[in-house]
């Protein structure tokens, strides 16, 4: 009953920059944290930026001072500004979050992850 929906991916050129927006939707009550996750062909996850529900954000030291995170908790939506983007930007990224849903009158909590955008930066 909850989706998690990416968008804002593409292919630009190194030192470009690119939006993405994950919208949360279903029967949700609230929403704790929200993390934008990247995978590159061959390489592990990584978390790239997190930030809680009142705000507070970390960052992947590989983007720090380029990436910025944010969420509008009215739309359950965050959002991850990526700016001067490197070829090794390059990767599939993810949201995911960790929310408490509601159900028959039934409050759970769990964590659902999006299905994913392409980035791809050239060279």
């Known amino acids: 009953q909850v989706q998690l929906v990416e968008s804002g991916g593409g292919l630009v050129q190194t030192g470009g920059s690119l939006r993405l927006s994950c919208a949360a939707s279903g029967s949700i009550f609230s929403i704790n944290a929200m993390d934008w996750y990247r995978q590159a062909p061959g390489k592990q996850l990584e978390l790239v930026a997190g930030?809680?529900?009142?705000?507070?954000?970390n960052y992947a030291d590989s983007v720090k001072g380029r990436f910025t995170i944010s969420r509008d908790n009215a739309k359950n939506t965050v959002y991850l500004q990526m700016n001067s983007l490197k070829p090794e930007d390059t990767a599939v990224y993810h949201c995911y979050a960790d929310l408490l849903f509601t159900v028959g009158g039934i409050t759970g909590t769990g964590g659902y992850w999006g299905q994913g955008t392409q980035v791809t930066v050239s060279s």
């Open positions: 930030i809680t529900s009142g705000g507070s954000a």
